[in-house]
T-cell receptor, first 111, second 115 residues
Framework: SQTIHQWPATLVQPVGSPLSLECTVE??????LYWYRQAAGRGLQLLFY??????ISSEVPQNLSASRPQDRQFILSSKKLLLSDSGFYLC??????????FGEGSRLTVL | AQTVTQSQPEMSVQEAETVTLSCTYD???????LFWYKQPPSRQMILVIR??????QNATENRFSVNFQKAAKSFSLKISDSQLGDTAMYFC????????????FGKGTKLTVNP
């Protein structure tokens, strides 16, 4: 069966520090991978998606970047965090049907 | 562009009763999917139910069923025999067929099931 792992679950970082959130998928090949940010009262906002290794599409301009160094690994990064980067980040994968499978999420607090 | 509107930010229901969560949407796509996702307090979001727009029959999954009104662009979720474990945020979402990257979510409805 397919599983998705996302870490760290909780992160507290000072403004200006770097960020790395990781996500790996097991049990499937060549999945579509996604990073979402969830803000209270605002639903889920798609940040990045990837249809293959090295292929990243960005949905909104921001202080974040994403990379896909391996087929089932998706990384969300920042060189210098802003206060506005605080939030709950969700990794997800999908197949053609459109259904998304989500990770457990990462709570980022920037101080 | 696709939009999803959930007009009920919060709802509550007594255990064992039935509750309906509302969702309306707009899309210019002819083929699309509609979803209801559940996010319990533990935070991992899971799919509750899915409806293909070309299917007239409403989808059902155990105690969960939808009322899909294509002409009215409405996709409500009915939860029967509510259980305490149904307490969660519920998100309605839409995507074009074969277009997961274009999945659009509503802002969610927080459902509380009271004992």
């Amino acid at each position: 069966s397919q599983t998705i792992h996302q870490w760290p679950a909780t992160l507290v970082q000072p403004v200006g520090s770097p960020l790395s959130l990781e996500c790996t998928v097991e049990g499937t090949s060549n999945p579509n991978l996604y990073w979402y940010r969830q803000a209270a009262g605002r639903g889920l906002q798609l940040l990045f998606y990837s249809v293959g290794i090295g292929q990243i599409s960005s949905e909104v301009p921001q202080n974040l970047s994403a990379s896909r160094p391996q087929d089932r690994q998706f990384i969300l990064s920042s060189k210098k965090l802003l206060l506005s980067d605080s939030g709950f980040y969700l990794c997800a994968w999908s197949v053609i049907s459109g259904e998304l499978f989500f990770g457990e999420g990462s709570r980022l607090t920037v101080l | 562009a696709q939009t999803v509107t959930q007009s009920q930010p919060e709802m509550s229901v007594q255990e064992a009763e039935t509750v309906t969560l509302s969702c309306t949407y707009d899309t210019s796509e002819s083929n699309y999917y509609l979803f209801w996702y559940k996010q319990p307090p533990s935070r991992q979001m899971i799919l509750v139910i899915r409806q293909e727009a070309y299917k007239q029959q409403n989808a059902t999954e155990n105690r969960f069923s939808v009322n899909f009104q294509k002409a009215a662009k409405s996709f409500s979720l009915k939860i029967s025999d509510s259980q305490l474990g149904d307490t969660a945020m519920y998100f309605c979402a839409i995507s074009p067929q074969g277009g997961s990257e274009k999945l659009v979510f509503g802002k969610g409805t927080k459902l509380t099931v009271n004992p």
